[in-house]
């Protein structure tokens, strides 16, 4: 059994996993995609990598976390090797090669409460918990994921939550920020100051994010602003947050989306696009990403215009995704709102 370092009390993680069985064993989970692209200076991170030997065309979310672990000196990182990046394999082998302690995780191939309940009970054992006791964890957490759930209402039903707010509160929720308590204090703050806002107007475009998140997601949310839009539907930064629990953590962890196939995805998207009234959708994907493949079925499957944008190491928006994003917004406007599959840029 692989113990983490219970001197640091920390385990860097490369995507949401459950982390109730984390911290039930007494470990704080950190999400390594958030500190990278909250770094103030994520480029050098990039670099680590590079001259460690990463490729030039290796994913830089892949690169940008190694870049942490380095320059952290992380003992222990999680690796989810099935249900994330196909990359994250050979991340883990030169983290090992480079004397980290690592630990794989593998969502099933399908949404199978079975197997879920087996791949849970191997994380318990492997951290030295018990599944009674992630459970436990996960009834604490059950108020502040129901705040989450209210931040994601009063962006799209309330419209007093802005796009990148929904965005960072979601995308934390990973691993709760670092610190569960504090996390859920600041969330019940931001809550009690929106309602105090005026809504946005009404008549402003608005879309669905759909997608990994982005590198430059500040960037994105200001300049839709500043065109009239924006985002009231935040794909997989809202499935962070399990939006859907059911009655077990087995359950929990087979209702989330991201893991499995794109077409269980497509359900929850789809539902929830037509919920909240969308009228176009930005898919992100990343560049040297396997999953960008899947913009082929999203644009066969969804009944709206649709804007694909990629992604590498440029973290602020470029003269040329601006032009873009602008040319995509204006054809929604000029073919007024809830025009169905006008184009698709």
């Given at each position: 059994m692989?113990?983490?370092?219970?001197n640091?009390?920390?385990?860097?993680?490369?995507?949401?996993?459950?982390?109730?069985v984390?911290?039930?064993?007494?470990?704080q989970?950190?999400?390594?995609?958030?500190v990278?692209?909250?770094?103030s200076?994520?480029?050098?991170?990039?670099?680590?990598?590079?001259?460690d030997?990463?490729?030039?065309?290796c994913?830089?979310?892949?690169k940008?976390?190694?870049?942490v672990?380095?320059?952290?000196?992380l003992?222990?990182?999680?690796?989810v090797t099935?249900?994330?990046?196909?990359?994250?394999?050979?991340l883990?082998?030169?983290?090992?090669?480079?004397?980290?302690?690592?630990?794989?995780?593998?969502y099933?191939?399908?949404p199978?409460?079975?197997?879920?309940?087996?791949?849970?009970?191997s994380?318990?054992?492997?951290?030295g918990?018990?599944l009674?006791?992630?459970?436990?964890?996960?009834?604490?957490?059950?108020?502040?994921?129901s705040l989450?759930?209210?931040?994601?209402e009063?962006?799209w039903?309330?419209?007093v939550?802005?796009g990148?707010?929904?965005?960072?509160?979601?995308v934390?929720s990973s691993?709760?920020?670092?610190d569960?308590?504090?996390?859920?204090?600041?969330?019940?703050?931001?809550?009690?100051?929106?309602?105090?806002?005026?809504?946005?107007?009404k008549?402003?475009?608005?879309?669905?994010?759909i997608?990994?998140?982005?590198?430059y997601a500040q960037?994105l949310h200001?300049?839709?602003?500043g065109?009239?839009a924006?985002?009231?539907?935040?794909?997989i930064q809202?499935?962070?947050?399990?939006?859907d629990?059911?009655?077990s953590?087995?359950?929990q962890?087979?209702?989330?989306?991201?893991p499995?196939?794109?077409?269980?995805?497509?359900?929850?998207?789809?539902?929830?696009?037509?919920?909240?009234?969308?009228?176009?959708v930005?898919?992100?994907?990343?560049?040297?990403?396997?999953?960008g493949?899947?913009?082929?079925?999203?644009?066969?499957?969804?009944?709206?215009?649709?804007?694909?944008l990629?992604?590498?190491?440029e973290?602020?928006l470029?003269?040329?995704?601006?032009?873009?994003?602008?040319a995509?917004i204006d054809?929604?406007?000029r073919?007024?709102?809830?025009s169905?599959k006008?184009?698709?840029?």
């Open positions: 692989i113990r983490p370092d219970r640091t009390k920390t385990i860097g993680i490369t995507t949401t996993i459950p982390s109730e984390l911290l039930a064993a007494g470990y989970p950190v999400d390594l995609n958030n990278f692209i909250a770094d200076n994520p480029e050098r991170l990039i670099n680590i990598a590079e001259r030997g990463f490729p030039l065309n994913c830089s979310w892949i940008g976390i190694y870049g672990c380095k320059e952290r000196r003992d222990t990182v999680l690796c099935t249900g994330d990046c196909s990359n994250t394999i050979m883990m082998e030169v983290l090992k090669h480079k004397g980290f302690n690592t630990i794989d995780f593998a099933p191939p399908q199978d409460m079975k197997r879920m309940q087996e791949a849970l009970q994380l318990a054992d492997t951290l918990t018990t009674e006791a992630a459970s436990r964890v996960r009834d604490e957490l059950r108020a502040c994921r989450l759930m209210k931040l994601d009063l962006t039903k309330e419209g939550v802005s990148f707010e929904n965005h960072l509160w979601l934390n691993d709760l920020n670092g569960r308590h504090e996390y859920q204090r600041g969330l019940q703050t931001l809550l009690a100051e929106c309602r105090k806002r005026p809504p946005y107007p008549d402003w475009l608005r879309l669905a994010y997608g990994v998140p982005p590198v960037d200001k300049f839709l602003e065109n009239s924006r985002v009231v539907f935040n794909e809202r499935q962070f947050a399990m939006p629990p059911g009655n953590l087995a359950e962890y087979t209702r989330y989306t991201y499995y196939s794109i077409h269980h995805r497509l359900r929850d998207i789809t539902g929830e696009m037509e919920k909240r009234h969308v009228d176009g930005i898919h992100y994907v990343q560049a040297f990403c396997h999953r493949i899947g913009d082929i079925v999203f644009r066969g499957s969804i009944d709206l215009p649709i804007l694909t990629e992604g590498n190491d973290f602020f470029s003269q040329h995704v601006k032009t873009r994003i602008e995509f054809m929604l406007q073919n007024g709102k809830h169905r006008a184009l698709s840029i």
